[in-house]
């Protein structure tokens, strides 16, 4: 086995891991101070129905879909079946509470009679949260469902880890992009006066920036990948076997 993927060089990596949730959980309880003292709380029936939306925006897209990102670097030496059951299951809490929060938003506009679909960040959130339902599925049939090839596996692996990373950044910056529009939306004439709902709306952009960075840095170290198991490896190298004709035993 190639000793670099061996070796036990985790360095910074469970700080790294620690700093992450800290700063994530830190957004989710700024999110929820932010609606509850300043934008009237959480109702579905309401005019607080539209804050159920940047809350499970937060929580389902951002926080979880983070975690289920760290799952394969932090479960590095359990079994690649029990990691997959983790990533899946983050992803299926993940999915439920950002479908509330998108139905949240399209029901109050609908009893508010406010146009659908007009802002940017609307634009930006649609195509983000389309994506991440084409990757769901996608995900599912590749990994989750029986008979789906080995190679066929491995060619769309590389798709799926770029559009995870990718979805997790498009997602902040559809936060940021709704962050500045209730803003403006809300304290117009203050909020260039940095009034104390700004300056914590303000911080929550940074800590949500602050999570996709250190989510981002984790998953870009090559060395904290998870090495193969020997099982796994012992799996591979009969595919390269049979794929390519070079035998496991030569040199
Ligand atoms: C802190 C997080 C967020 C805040 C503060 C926020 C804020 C807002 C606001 C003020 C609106 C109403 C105005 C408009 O249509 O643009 C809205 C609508 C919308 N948001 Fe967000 N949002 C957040 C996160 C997200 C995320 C992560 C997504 C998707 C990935 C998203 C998707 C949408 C969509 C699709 C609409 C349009 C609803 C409609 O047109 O009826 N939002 N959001």
């Known amino acids: ?4 993927l061996t070796r036990e060089n985790t360095g910074l990596m469970p700080y790294l891991v620690a700093a992450s949730q800290v700063v994530g959980v830190a957004a989710l309880a700024v999110t929820g101070a932010w609606l509850s003292h300043y ?10 129905q539209f804050n159920v939306h940047p809350l499970c925006m937060v929580l389902g897209m951002v926080f979880l879909c983070g975690d289920a990102l760290l799952v394969f670097r932090v479960f590095r030496h359990e079994t690649k079946r029990a990691t997959k059951i983790l990533h899946g299951t983050l992803h299926i809490m993940a999915l439920i509470i950002s479908l509330v929060g998108i139905i949240a938003v399209f029901q109050f506009h609908k009893k508010k009679k406010i146009p659908d679909m007009y802002s940017l960040h609307s634009w930006v959130g649609i195509v983000t949260f389309s994506l ?11 990994f989750f469902l029986p008979g789906v090839g080995y190679a066929l596996k491995s060619r769309f692996k590389p798709f799926h880890v770029f559009l995870g990373f990718s979805l997790l950044v498009s997602t902040i910056a559809t936060c940021l992009l709704g962050l500045t529009e209730k803003m403006l939306f809300s304290i117009p004439e203050e909020y260039s006066k940095l009034p104390p709902e700004g300056i914590l709306a303000n911080s929550l952009g940074l800590l949500l920036v602050t999570f996709g960075l250190v989510i981002g840095y984790i998953l870009t170290r090559e060395e904290w990948r998870r090495p193969p198991l020997p099982e796994e490896q012992a799996l591979s190298m009969d595919f390269k076997t049979l794929t390519q004709g070079d035998s496991p035993t030569e040199p």
């Open 132 to 142: 991440y339902i084409m990757q769901w599925i996608l995900g599912f049939i590749m």
């Open 1 to 4: 086995m190639d000793d670099s």
């Open 39 to 48: 934008r009237g709380g959480f109702s579905w029936d309401g005019a607080e």
